[in-house]
């Protein structure tokens, strides 16, 4: 198993075993997770299609650490989630793992700066590496002149653009994306996935997209559509 585990590591940012997610609802199984395998390296950007009960969000969350596989094993950079307890998996959360919502999730009573520099001072950043990274995240999105502007003083696509530059500022290896265009308008949600574009490009980010929206899921590199819990088109 630990051969594996660093081949792994070597390879992949993500490697999923075989992961199933089951419940039990009365006296029936349902089977949310059905045996999926996923391998992405630093880089790439895929999106993950399907309709409502598909598993998509049953499927975040194991990526992300939040649920555990019924079967199956998830590795985050050769690392094995299920072998891991809730300290380890809060740390694997906060260093690995980058969040993007639909809802953007900023706090109200700090600034654009503020909120994209929170997840590094919880970190133990010095200030100095807080800056520089801050202010280079403000750069590639276009955000240097909202930097002091608190979140209901933005627009809604530059309050996305704030939550992606949050989400990416820790460089963590796999960020991921749950309809993050659902609450903007068609013009806003390209304009956010162009800076997505830019954004694995440049930082060679692992990015995950969880969306309803085809014009959205043909940005991205790879489409996997999930239906009953299953790829049906891998």
Do not use: W
Not at 133 to 151: A, F, M, S, T
Not at 189 to 206: D, F, H, P, V
């Amino acid at each position: 198993m630990k051969i594996k585990s660093n081949n792994i590591q070597n390879e992949y940012i993500l490697h999923l075993d075989n992961v199933f997610k089951t419940y039990h609802l009365g006296k029936s199984i349902i089977h949310a997770v059905d045996g999926i395998n996923l391998n992405l390296k630093k880089g790439d950007f895929i999106s993950i299609m399907g309709p409502s009960g598909s598993g998509k969000t049953t499927l975040l969350n194991l990526i992300s650490a939040l649920d555990k596989p019924t079967k199956g094993n998830v590795y985050i950079n050769g690392k094995n989630t299920n072998t891991m307890n809730d300290k380890t998996l809060t740390q694997l959360r906060r260093h690995e793992i980058g969040f993007i919502f639909q809802f953007f999730n900023l706090i109200p009573v700090l600034t654009c700066y503020e909120n994209i520099e929170l997840p590094l001072f919880i970190s133990g950043i010095k200030k100095k590496d807080r800056q520089k990274r801050v202010d280079e995240l403000l750069d590639k999105l276009g955000l240097n002149k909202h930097r002091i502007h608190r979140p209901n003083e933005l627009s809604g696509g530059q309050q996305q653009r704030v939550a992606i530059a949050r989400a990416l500022v820790n460089k963590p290896s796999i960020v991921l994306a749950d309809e993050l265009t659902g609450d903007l308008d068609s013009k806003t949600g390209l304009k956010i996935m162009e800076y997505l574009q830019l954004l694995n490009k440049s930082e060679n980010q692992t990015i995950i997209i969880v969306t309803h929206d085809i014009n959205i899921a043909q940005m991205t590199n790879s489409v996997f559509e999930i239906k009953d819990g299953k790829f049906i088109n891998s």
